[in-house]
T-cell receptor, first 111, second 114 residues
C-alpha cells in the first residue's frame, strides 16, 4: 500500500484561524515532500515543497514543517479563508523516484 | 504557457470497449505521471513515463492497461476491454526534468463504465 498517510480525514477550522494538516510517512529514504490542494472536480494544485535537508519552508500564508526523526510532515495555513476549502494531500518521492500520495485531509472552513 | 491538457474531460464506455485517455504535458516537460483516483481517496500511482520510455509501470495492472509517451504527440493511457471497476478519475501530471519534480496536473478524465 501507499506509505504516506494522514492522521485526520476531515478538519474543520474557523475562518481566520490557522489550520494545521498533518501527514505521516513511513519511507525514511524519501528525500522530497510536496503538499497539494485539490478542489472539487479539479486536478491537484501544487502548494509548497520541501527537501529532506530542510526542516521548515515558508510560502505565502503557508508553512511546511518536516520532522525526519518521527517521519512527520505538516502544512500550516495562516488566517484560513473560505477559498482554502479543499482536500489537501501530502506526497513523497521515494528511493525509486516515484511520487506517491496519501489519502488526503478535507479542510472545511466554518463561517 | 498552457498547462497540462487532458482529454476527454468525461468518457463513457460500455463494458468490453476500449478507453483512450490523452495527456499533453506542459511545454518543455518531458516527464509524465499517470494517477488514478477513486471518490474520497488519494491518487494511486500508475505509471511514470519519459518521452519514448517507460520509467516505472509498477502501479499499472499487467493486463488491459498500457501507456505510451511518443516523441511527438500526447501521452496516451489505454485501457482495453474496460470493466466497471475501471471507473475512476485519471490524472496526468508533468514535470520538466529530474531534480525538478514539482508536478503540474491536468484536470483529469472521468471514466465511467456502464
Amino acid at each position: 500500500g501507499e506509505s504516506v498517510g494522514l492522521h485526520l480525514p476531515t478538519l474543520s477550522v474557523q475562518e481566520g484561524d490557522n489550520s494545521i494538516i498533518n501527514c505521516a510517512y513511513s519511507n525514511s529514504a524519501s528525500d522530497y515532500f510536496i503538499w497539494y490542494k485539490q478542489e472539487s472536480g479539479k486536478g491537484p494544485q501544487f502548494i509548497i515543497d520541501i527537501r529532506s535537508n530542510m526542516d521548515k519552508r515558508q510560502g505565502q500564508r503557508v508553512t511546511v514543517l518536516l520532522n525526519k526523526t518521527v517521519k512527520h510532515l505538516s502544512l500550516q495555513i495562516a488566517a484560513t479563508q473560505p477559498g482554502d476549502s479543499a482536500v489537501y494531500f501530502c506526497a513523497e518521492r521515494g528511493r525509486d523516484d516515484k511520487i506517491i500520495f496519501g489519502k488526503g485531509t478535507r479542510l472545511h472552513i466554518l463561517p | 504557457n498552457a498547462g497540462v491538457m487532458q482529454n476527454p474531460r468525461h468518457l463513457v464506455r460500455r463494458r468490453g470497449q476500449e478507453a483512450r485517455l490523452r495527456c499533453s504535458p506542459m511545454k518543455g516537460h518531458s516527464h509524465v505521471y499517470w494517477y488514478r483516483q477513486l471518490p474520497e481517496e488519494g491518487l494511486k500511482f500508475m505509471v511514470y513515463l519519459q518521452k519514448e520510455n517507460i520509467i516505472d509501470e509498477s502501479g499499472m495492472p499487467k493486463e488491459r492497461f498500457s501507456a505510451e509517451f511518443p516523441k511527438e504527440g500526447p501521452s496516451i493511457l489505454r485501457i482495453q476491454q474496460v470493466v466497471r471497476g475501471d471507473s475512476a478519475a485519471y490524472f496526468c501530471a508533468s514535470f520538466p526534468t529530474r531534480g525538478d519534480e514539482k508536478l503540474f496536473f491536468g484536470s483529469g478524465t472521468q471514466l465511467s463504465v456502464l
